[in-house]
């Protein structure tokens, strides 16, 4: 079964500062990985996503990801975060249903909260 | 263009009740997927609707049903509520296709269960 493991459930950072959010996931198959982020009293928005294809994927907000096979990881990185940066960050893995073509169904992290202060 | 839409926003039950959330899916997609999501914890897949049928299920009791409407629009719906049923309920949507899995799901702002 696939698994991932956000390794901080925390992370205080100042404003300007960079930050990395760590994500590491168990998979036997090729995966899908997803950065979501969840604002307060909100859904969740899509921040970037890796099919196939370059390792470092670009996503909204000046967000980035890189994906390492060899490492499982997929961690998040910003080079300044800003105040308005502060969320809730969920990294999730597409699940590969058995026997059958991929669902799209999503495996959660336990989610990071970024914490940026001024 | 509309996004995933939820209703409704907040919602009060007693334990034994029963509830119906609903979800209208982002205009174009056809495929909806339905996640509980408890305080402090990430989202937990219950089950997906493609072509008005359930396509997978995750670990969550028969007490958890849904359905889905040929406008492709969806319903949850949960049985002899427990306490522990207390969590925001999202609904995601996606387009189906050979690989869907690569599709990404939109989110709806989800409905916040109580149960007393």
């Known amino acids: 079964a696939q698994s991932v493991t956000q390794l901080d459930s925390q992370v205080p950072v100042f404003e300007e ?15 899908y990985l997803f950065w979501y982020v969840q604002y ?15 390792t470092l ?11 390492n096979k060899s490492q499982t ?15 809730e960050y969920f990294c999730a893995v597409s699940d590969l249903w058995e026997g059958s073509s991929n669902t799209g169904k999503l495996i959660f992290g336990q989610g ?3 914490q940026v202060k001024p | 263009d509309a996004g995933v839409t939820q209703s409704p926003t907040h919602l009060i039950k007693t334990r034994g009740q029963q509830v119906t959330l609903r979800c209208s899916p982002k205009s174009g997609h056809d495929t909806v997927s339905w996640y509980q999501q408890a305080l402090g914890q990430g989202p937990q897949f219950i089950f997906q609707y493609y072509e008005e049928e359930e396509r997978q299920r995750g670990n969550f009791p028969d007490r958890f ?10 319903e949850l719906n949960v049985n002899a509520l427990l306490l522990g049923d207390s969590a925001l309920y999202l609904c995601a949507s996606s ?8 599709q ?3 989110f709806g702002d989800g409905t916040r269960l109580s149960i007393l």
């Open chain 1, 17 to 31: 500062a960079p930050v990395e959010l760590r994500c590491n996931y168990s998979s036997s198959v090729s995966v």
């Open chain 1, 40 to 54: 307060p009293n909100q859904g969740l928005q899509l921040l970037l996503k890796y099919l196939s294809g370059s």
């Open chain 1, 57 to 67: 994927v670009k996503g909204i907000n000046g967000f980035e990801a890189e994906f």
């Open chain 1, 73 to 87: 990881s997929f961690h998040l990185r910003k080079p300044s975060v800003h105040i308005s940066d502060t969320a």
């Open chain 1, 112 to 114: 990071t909260t970024l």
């Open chain 2, 65 to 74: 049903s849904g359905h889905q409407f040929p406008n492709y629009s969806s």
């Open chain 2, 95 to 102: 387009l189906a296709g050979s690989r869907i899995g690569n």
């Open chain 2, 104 to 106: 990404p799901q939109h």
